[in-house]
């Protein structure tokens, strides 16, 4: 099984999202950091595939916001992606980070405490990401959350701190550091990273990041008057904003990633768009809410095979129907003889994600197991970001077989 903090090394690789200018008050400067550049390499064409989906939570111009980047990495031959070893991640420029409470973290409070050794302000972003190896014939699978501190001033420029945890199977812990460059247009910032191999077991290839989801800075549902967020620039070009990736891979071969988050509404049309100066708002439109939740119904069918066993856990990965569809991951662990509980992650066609855990309890009947409980919707990721609901009903059956092929059916009303 792979391990946490080798696992977490790979998450390196798609952090961009961090490479922010840093603006406190209106006077702070950009910061400047060197990395190896990964682009300056050779370019082999790869059997791996990267896609990288920005989002905006707000999206207004000049609008203090929240940009949640998703990554995917996919194999046109084994199913699991090779392992990535260096980046290079570009994002728009105009596009800054704003620290209302200059407060930093350093690598040993992280280890010692983790997230709880760190000022609240220091915090910039949080996400989560699934890492494979493929042992054999089965395929292997962890689960890693991620956060992102403000790290202590260098003479190099302002720094930036990941923590990275495991929880499915160890739960283990790491730190990593990182700083940015800056990017010609229509670029502004660059992270450039270089990502060492991540063992797993004897004799088995190295781990490999599948997918990946980071929000930074907080969306106006969830800020707080010192909460750091990201502003969004003023105009926007008027093929949206530009972001684009350059990886190689541990066989030599190197892809690339290109997208393009579209302007607001307001702002689409030809040519570049500026944010307009607002009339004061009336009392009554000041105390107007800046989100207003939304109530809808999820319901999401899966049909999942086996990818690894250990103890009394089932990691099963398959093919989501309904409300979300897309890739789905559940984790069964069996914790008594009619007790168990499960965690599932979805990853929609779309981009985003959703990831709730529930309990309940199960029954064997010839030759399968049926179980049913109820679940909460912890944390999303992209146009998800927001999404929360508790209460919802889940049931499905494990067939009793050498592969342990599930069936899971999620139903109930969620809020974003």
């Known amino acids: 099984m792979l391990g946490a903090r080798r696992i977490a090394l790979a998450l390196l690789a798609v952090c961009a999202p961090l490479a922010l200018p840093t603006q406190v008050g209106a006077t702070r400067a950009s ?26 939570t707000p999206d207004r111009l000049g609008a203090k916001s929240a940009l949640t980047i998703t990554v995917g990495y996919s194999s046109s031959v084994s199913g699991v992606p090779q392992p990535v070893r260096t980046s290079v991640l570009q994002l728009p420029a105009g596009l800054s980070l704003e620290i209302p409470s200059l407060r930093s973290c350093s ?3 992280l280890l010692r405490r983790g997230v709880s050794g760190c000022p609240r302000q220091s915090e910039i972003g949080r996400g989560h990401a699934l890492a494979e190896v493929l042992a054999g014939s089965l395929r292997l699978t962890e689960s ?15 720094t930036f701190e990941i923590l990275a945890r495991g929880y499915t199977p160890l739960d283990e812990r790491m730190v990593f550091s990182g ?29 490999s990041i599948v997918a ?25 070009p008027s093929a949206g904003f530009p972001f684009a990736a350059e990886f190689t891979y541990a066989d030599g071969s190197s892809g690339s990633a290109v997208a393009a988050a579209p302007c607001p ?3 689409q049309g030809a040519g570049p768009r500026r944010a307009k100066r607002r009339a004061p708002a009336r009392a009554a439109e000041r105390r107007t809410p800046a989100h207003a939740s939304r109530t809808t119904s999820l319901d999401e069918s899966g049909h999942l095979h086996l990818t690894s066993k250990h103890g009394f856990t089932l990691n099963e990965q398959g093919t989501a129907t309904g409300t979300a569809a897309g890739t789905i991951y559940a984790h069964l ?53 927001n999404i929360h609901g508790s209460d919802l009903a889940f049931g499905g059956t494990i067939e009793e077989s050498d592969d342990d092929a599930i069936t899971v059916h999620v139903s109930g009303k969620v809020s974003d």
């Not at 030759?367 to 970001?385: D, E, L, Q």
């Open 107 to 109: 690598p040993a409070q």
């Open 333 to 385: 662990t069996a914790v008594s003889t009619s007790r168990l509980t499960v965690e599932v992650n979805i990853y929609p066609r779309g981009g985003g994600s959703i990831s709730g855990y529930g309990t309940g309890s199960y029954r064997k009947v010839d030759g399968a197991a049926n179980f049913s409980g109820t679940m909460s919707i912890n944390r999303g990721g992209g146009s998800y970001t």
């Open 212 to 236: 990946l989801s980071l929000t930074i800075g907080a969306s106006e549902h969830h800020r707080a008057h010192d909460v750091n967020t990201v502003v969004m620039p003023s105009s926007c």
């Open 31 to 56: 910061p400047k950091v060197s990395f190896a550049k990964a682009k300056d390499a050779a370019l082999v064409p790869s059997t791996t595939s990267a896609t990288i989906t920005p989002l905006f």
């Open 265 to 267: 509404q307001t702002a």
């Open 179 to 207: 700083t940015v460059l800056s990017d010609h247009a229509p670029y502004g910032e660059e992270l450039e990273l270089t990502i060492p191999p991540i063992p797993t077991m004897p004799y088995e290839p190295d781990a």
């Open 144 to 158: 890693v959350g991620l956060w992102v501190f403000l790290g202590e001033p260098s003479d190099a420029g302002p």
